[in-house]
């Protein structure tokens, strides 16, 4: 039916075109295109503006609802009520039906959506297709990823680090043993409302979030797992910070706690996700996943290149080898690719930290490792293409080979006139404690005396 305006338009089809907004603010644009479109949402707000919170959210939007909208004030650890946690599992629960959705509520929709999808483009990479830097998951295995995380955010908002007041504290006598056996019966009931395959996904993307904790920890997660525990208690956002950061430091500064100290204060935060799953598995009588069970188990129908070797060794790597979609994840400094002795030259390593120092930008490592590549001229790498699979020791031999030359080329392009060459190059062993040798000969060079390798 259309009413009476300028506009030769149905009002369902109006009413139809503002579902298909990607955002809310072109959902506003829209709204403002006509008296038309105006009237017609006036008349269906909530539907429509559903709608788009679909469009930004995707199915997922009860879980991301229910994560913003839960009332975290009302259940405090110092509050009596809180102590219900029956009460906690099922307040605000994840609506299907359509209600309003506040300015406010928009606003953290859209932020949440980013940061997860932000997110998903990491599982995808490390746990889907190492080829792309952006998801490539399924619609189906989207939504399974998205909604797990979600339910993680709430779990984390709910018990996280600062809910517990001032973190160096907390061996207070309100925090005895009995009061972190009612936490954690609190920590067992919110998980514990979702069905066992749902429930298996959550467990599946706090393994992946876990992965990302224990490589930026490295050997101190290895000697401690609770440092790891406490990690997790930052939640997704934390997860992400790491990721990008490639360091837990920032974490520590901005939720108080020192992950390297020895503090008996971590036990409130000792089998974080683990001890709730471990409960649950055994009062459901459900046979619990094994710990070698890949992140991904329960979360992808489909793992794209799992059983990949290496282009060049045939080494087994699967997801784990390198390609220009993961190279910013070699994490090791442009200095230790230096050959041979130059990295202990100072004439050498001053100059080349200067320009290498922009290599910590993602997109700027990409270029860098293309642009080696471009600078093959041994035939011991003939064949080697940028755009293949490598594990990390052939990666290393070849970024080792050619990091060398692409900073003699830098520097000749800048003008620079190097001296006579040294007749041990790379390798000699003077050039590390003599500076004046170091000074006055090239080492920019290939060995004509000595070891050449």
Not at 174 to 194: G, H, K, L
Not at 319 to 339: E, G, I, M, S
Request: glycine share 4%; aromatic share 12%.
């Amino acid at each position: 039916m259309r009413a009476y305006s300028s506009l030769p338009l149905d009002d369902d089809i109006v009413d139809r075109i503002m579902t298909f907004c990607p955002t809310f603010g072109t959902l506003q644009a829209t709204i403002l295109v006509s008296k038309a479109f105006y009237r017609v949402f006036q008349i269906h707000p909530k539907s429509i503006t559903r709608a788009v919170a679909y469009n930004i959210v995707g199915p997922a939007l009860p879980q991301a609802l229910r994560m913003i909208r839960y009332p975290y004030d009302e259940y405090e650890t110092d509050d009596s009520h809180a102590l219900d946690a029956t009460a906690m599992a099922t307040a605000c629960p994840e609506e299907q039906a359509v209600t309003i959705i506040t300015a406010m509520e928009k606003i953290e929709l859209q932020e949440e959506s980013k940061m997860v999808g932000t997110l998903e483009d990491i599982y995808s990479l490390t746990n889907k297709d190492r080829m792309s830097r952006t998801s490539l998951l399924t619609s189906e295995e989207s939504w399974r990823f998205r909604r797990a995380i979600y339910r993680i955010k709430l779990f984390c908002r709910l018990f996280s680090i600062q809910c517990y007041g001032n973190f160096e504290e907390l061996d207070d006598d309100e925090f005895d043993d009995d009061m972190i056996q009612r936490i954690r019966a609190q920590r067992m009931a919110i998980p514990n409302e979702y069905p066992a395959d749902e429930l298996l996904q959550l467990y599946s993307v706090v393994a992946f979030m876990k992965g990302i904790f224990a490589d930026v920890l490295g050997e101190a997660a290895n000697s401690s797992s609770v440092l790891v525990d406490v990690l997790l208690a930052t939640g997704p956002d934390g997860a992400l910070r790491a990721w990008e950061e490639r360091s837990p430091d920032s974490l520590q500064d901005d939720h108080g706690f020192g992950l390297f100290a020895d503090n008996d204060n971590y036990k409130l935060f000792a089998g974080y996700f683990a001890i709730p799953f471990k409960n649950i598995w055994t009062a459901r009588n459900i046979t619990p996943p094994k710990d070698d069970d890949p992140p991904s188990k329960w979360i992808l129908d489909q793992v794209n290149g799992a059983n990949d070797t290496c282009s060049q060794c045939a080494a087994p790597g699967g997801l784990k080898l390198f390609t220009p979609a993961n190279w910013d994840r070699l994490d090791t400094d442009p200095l230790n690719l230096l050959k041979g002795n130059l990295r202990q030259n100072t004439t050498v390593t001053t100059p080349f930290t200067g320009l290498t120092a922009h290599l910590y930008d993602p997109p700027a490592i990409e270029a860098w490792i293309s642009e080696l590549f471009t600078l093959r001229q041994s035939p011991d790498f003939d064949g080697w293409e940028a755009e293949d699979s490598y594990c990390r020791e052939c990666l290393t031999k070849f970024l080792e080979a050619h990091v060398w030359r692409w900073f003699l080329d830098t520097r000749l392009k800048a003008g620079w006139a190097p001296p006579e060459d040294c007749w041990y190059g790379w390798n000699c062993r003077t050039q590390t404690h003599k500076l004046g040798h170091a000074q006055t000969k090239n080492h920019l060079c290939v060995p004509t005396r000595g070891d050449r390798t």
